[in-house]
T-cell receptor
Framework: GAGVSQSPSNKVTEKGKDVELRCDPI?????LYWYRQSLGQGLEFLIY????????KSGLPSDRFSAERTGGSVSTLTIQRTQQEDSAVYLC??????????????FGPGTRLLVL | AQTVTQSQPEMSVQEAETVTLSCTYD???????LFWYKQPPSRQMILVIR??????QNATENRFSVNFQKAAKSFSLKISDSQLGDAAMYFC???????????FGTGTRLQVFP
């Protein structure tokens, strides 16, 4: 596709339920990132995938959060046993391999998660 | 650790006028990238302009230009001939060669009045 796509656009869930958020990066982009945007914390990095390398999980806030990337393309961010503080917009971005202008990260429209 | 500071939570400008959004950052690295992203109510983060730290020339994209002062660690965004469609949240972001993640400032909400 032309850009990064994310689904669902909005998700409402009950506290304690698990949720899965999906990201489709730009075709050919080997790097994929997840960020979280919340009122209290601003924009914060969660996890980063680059090709076949082990992901950088340094930004995941707890072990309830996990992400995988299948076939080097689509990624799923999973939040288990959701809490109200997980309510936020989850943004996905992708970029080309290292070098020059390819360093730019292009963002999807985000998934707004509301935990009741 | 690297940090990015946007000291203006809100700014406003009259249509067709010029406005400057401020951004400062802290890093011990010499090579890095700086970005300005725009986030309208639709939530989509849109790249406005980028600057490589090794380039002395300030980046320009149509009505958008930056004033990059490496020694002062300052990276301001100037929007000329402001348009109603420029109204959005603007985020300054930093990335260096050692990490692949973006570090964002807290954002500046820009209002444009007709």
């Amino acid at each position: 596709g032309a850009g990064v796509s994310q689904s669902p656009s909005n998700k409402v869930t009950e506290k304690g339920k698990d949720v899965e958020l999906r990201c489709d990066p730009i075709s050919g982009h080997t790097a994929l990132y997840w960020y979280r945007q919340s009122l209290g914390q601003g924009l914060e990095f969660l996890i980063y995938f680059q090709g076949n390398s082990a992901p950088d999980k340094s930004g995941l806030p707890s072990d309830r959060f996990s992400a995988e990337r299948t076939g080097g393309s689509v990624s799923t961010l999973t939040i288990q046993r959701t809490q109200q503080e997980d309510s936020a917009v989850y943004l996905c971005a992708s970029s080309s391999p290292r070098g020059g202008l390819q360093e730019t990260q292009y963002f999807g429209p985000g998934t707004r998660l509301l935990v009741l | 650790a690297q940090t990015v500071t946007q000291s203006q939570p809100e700014m406003s400008v009259q249509e067709a006028e010029t406005v400057t959004l401020s951004c400062t950052y802290d890093t011990s690295e010499s090579d890095y990238y700086l970005f300005w992203y725009k986030q309208p109510p639709s939530r989509q983060m849109i790249l406005v302009i980028r600057q490589e730290a090794y380039k002395q020339q300030n980046a320009t994209e149509n009505r958008f230009s930056v004033n990059f002062q490496k020694a002062a660690k300052s990276f301001s965004l100037k929007i000329s001939d402001s348009q109603l469609g420029d109204a959005a949240m603007y985020f300054c972001a930093y990335r260096d060669y050692n990490t692949d993640k973006l570090i964002f400032g807290t954002g500046t909400r820009l209002q444009v009045f007709p």
